[in-house]
């Protein structure tokens, strides 16, 4: 796969890649792209988890499956 990237960019990547050893470019692409991938994942997860905080019926949801458990949980 090829991409085109700012010369600059470019130029301070092939920097990082020297000084912090990374095996290759393509290392360092591909550890960059599995950073921002997981960063972005955990960002949806947040949001979802934020708008579920304010949903009635996952409130309601969530309310019904705790009284559910409140016995088990007493055994432990």
Do not use: C, T, Y
């Amino acid at each position: 796969m090829s991409f085109v990237l700012n010369d600059d960019v470019m130029k301070e990547a092939k920097k990082l890649v020297e000084i912090e050893g990374f095996k290759s470019m393509n290392a360092f692409v591909e550890i960059s792209i599995k950073e921002k991938v997981e960063e972005l994942m955990k960002q949806r997860v947040k949001s979802a988890l934020k708008e579920a905080s304010q949903d009635p019926l996952f409130l309601a949801d969530l309310k019904e499956v705790q009284n559910d458990f409140q016995f088990s949980d007493d055994e432990i």
